[in-house]
């Protein structure tokens, strides 16, 4: 379980804190659980999502579970240092969408006194490590890793199996296009898939 760090305010220096794992995990969950316990401090809080993420609602932030806080969209993470304006908590979800400027971005608002919280998808769905993410866990003080079940296994999930054929590395969606899998089941699940597409293609050839 994390305990949340206190201020020192003798210090000055904030934190980073990065909330990880794949689709399902419950990364925006316990983004938001943090979040409100802060407004429920009466801490000052801004919230942050790409604008892209319009999934559930152009401006709140949404979990799963359809639990919900209010956020700022912005298109580049440039736009966080103009809008925050004394605050003592940043949170920004979704993470790995934002340009690799969200790494200094961060990191300077922790040195000026400021906990950031920050929510994303560790990996993409081939497995690889996403975007700026790396670079967040490395300079973050803390880092939970949450995992989804498995729902070919019922093991501990840390895949994002995307079920279509699209190579677009951003390509928002929910169960209809993604499945949360162990490492074994996603080994198979990609095998599987590509040995679907190679007779697709040997079909379109035949057809010619």
């Known amino acids: 379980m994390f305990l949340e760090n206190t201020v020192n305010h ?5 934190w980073i804190e990065v909330i990880c794992g794949s689709m399902f995990s419950g990364k925006t969950e316990e ?28 401006e709140m932030v949404v979990s799963h579970n359809a639990n919900e806080i209010r956020s700022t969209p912005v298109s ?10 004394n605050v003592d908590v ?13 790494v200094s971005v961060c990191n300077d608002l922790a040195n000026k006194g400021i906990r950031v919280i920050v929510a994303g998808l ?3 769905f081939k497995g690889n490590p996403f975007g ?9 003080e803390y880092v939970t890793k949450v995992h989804a079940v498995c729902t070919r ?13 699209s190579d677009d590395i951003v390509f928002l969606g929910e169960t209809q296009e993604y499945e949360p899998l162990s490492r074994a089941a996603y080994y198979e699940a990609i095998l599987s898939q590509k040995k679907e597409i190679q007779k697709e293609k040997k079909s379109e050839i035949n057809l010619e």
């Open 10 to 14: 003798t210090e000055q220096f904030g």
């Open 31 to 58: 983004l938001i659980r943090r979040l409100k316990r802060a407004q429920f401090a009466k801490q000052r809080v801004e919230i942050f999502k790409p604008i892209v993420d319009t999934r559930y609602d152009n």
């Open 76 to 85: 580049l993470s440039s736009n966080i240092r103009l809008l925050v304006n």
């Open 90 to 102: 940043v949170g920004i979800d979704e993470a790995q969408f934002f340009d690799d400027e969200i």
């Open 122 to 124: 560790d990996m993409d």
């Open 132 to 140: 700026p993410m790396p670079a967040l866990m490395a300079t973050a």
């Open 153 to 165: 296994t019922g093991n501990l999930a840390n895949y994002s199996f995307r079920k279509s054929n």
